[in-house]
């Protein structure tokens, strides 16, 4: 089926200057950018996006690194777009990723891991609501 995911392109990357090439690999594999924004987070935005994450003990670095920079944030639309962003994004633990995936190329540790994608369909919904609150979506 033809879904939409929520990417984040995360500090370290945008940094890295390494924006196009991330989403060069996004439309190699077939997802449209449907709607983009770049957001510098505050600390109270960054810990209600990762809201899920507050009692774990990676919560606090994880806040400080995504508030570090400015970030870019993505709705992906294609067929399977959010098990195949996660295929093209690799481990979370970028030692863990597979080769050719975003985050063994141009990801440094765990936390500076390049990029954020939704890992499920009801998650999705709930964090592109979160960046894109008035995106109208229309069927055609
Ligand atoms: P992300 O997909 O953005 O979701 C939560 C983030 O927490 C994750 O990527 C990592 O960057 C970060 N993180 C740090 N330590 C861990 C850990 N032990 N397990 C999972 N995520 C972690």
Redesign the pocket.
């Known amino acids: 089926a033809i879904e939409r995911t929520l990417s984040?392109i995360?500090p370290d990357a945008v940094a890295k200057n390494v924006i196009g090439q991330i989403y060069a690999r996004f439309e190699a594999a077939g997802l449209k950018i449907a709607a983009a924004r770049m957001i510098h987070l505050s600390r109270a935005e960054a810990e209600q996006f990762?809201g899920v994450?507050k009692e774990?003990?990676?919560?606090k670095?994880?806040v400080d690194?995504?508030i570090s920079g400015p970030v870019m944030v993505q709705v992906l639309e294609g067929e399977n777009a959010i098990l195949k962003n996660r295929e093209l994004?690799g481990a979370?633990?970028p030692k863990k990723a597979a080769s050719g995936t975003i985050r063994a190329d141009f990801a440094d540790s765990?936390?500076?891991?390049a990029?954020?994608?939704s890992?499920a369909g009801e998650t999705a919904q709930v964090e592109i609501s979160f960046f894109f609150p008035g995106l109208n979506i229309y069927a055609r």
């Open positions: 984040i995360k990762y994450h774990r003990p990676f919560f670095d994880l690194f995504m994004m979370t633990d765990i936390d500076a891991n990029v954020h994608g890992d």
